[in-house]
């Protein structure tokens, strides 16, 4: 029964979860603030040479699979993991405190 009641409440703080990166979202949106954080990310990704690194992982696929073999898909699957983990924390963080800046600023 135990096991019940904590899938239940796992359940219910995913639920709440969900609901409150939603509201972020729709925040973030509406005040022109997640174009403005992409464009940030972009600029550091490129800056910090991940772009090149992307390019050159979706190189890799290619060559290892022949560019008649290869689809989208696979291009996604191949460096997706990869890519995010080439992220430097250094710009995650940026990001974070960024948004906290702006959650801070906006909260309600």
């Known amino acids: 029964m135990n096991v019940l009641l904590y899938y239940n409440t796992y359940l219910i703080n995913m639920s709440k979860e969900s609901q409150m990166r939603a509201a972020i979202n729709q925040k973030l949106i509406e005040m022109g603030e997640r174009e403005r954080l992409k464009e940030l990310l972009r600029a550091k990704?490129?800056?910090?040479?991940?772009?090149?690194?992307?390019?050159?992982?979706?190189?890799?696929?290619?060559?290892?699979?022949?560019?008649?073999?290869?689809?989208?898909?696979?291009?996604?699957?191949?460096?997706?993991?990869?890519?995010?983990?080439?992220?430097?924390?250094?710009?995650?963080?940026?990001?974070?405190?960024?948004?906290r800046a702006f959650l801070a600023q906006h909260s309600t």
Not at 64 to 89: F, Q, S, W, Y
Request: glycine share 8%; with cysteine.
């Open 45 to 99: 990704l490129i800056e910090c040479g991940w772009r090149d690194q992307l390019k050159a992982l979706c190189k890799d696929v290619i060559k290892e699979k022949g560019i008649e073999n290869v689809t989208v898909e696979d291009l996604v699957a191949g460096v997706t993991p990869k890519g995010r983990a080439l992220v430097p924390d250094s710009v995650k963080k940026e990001l974070l405190q960024r948004i």
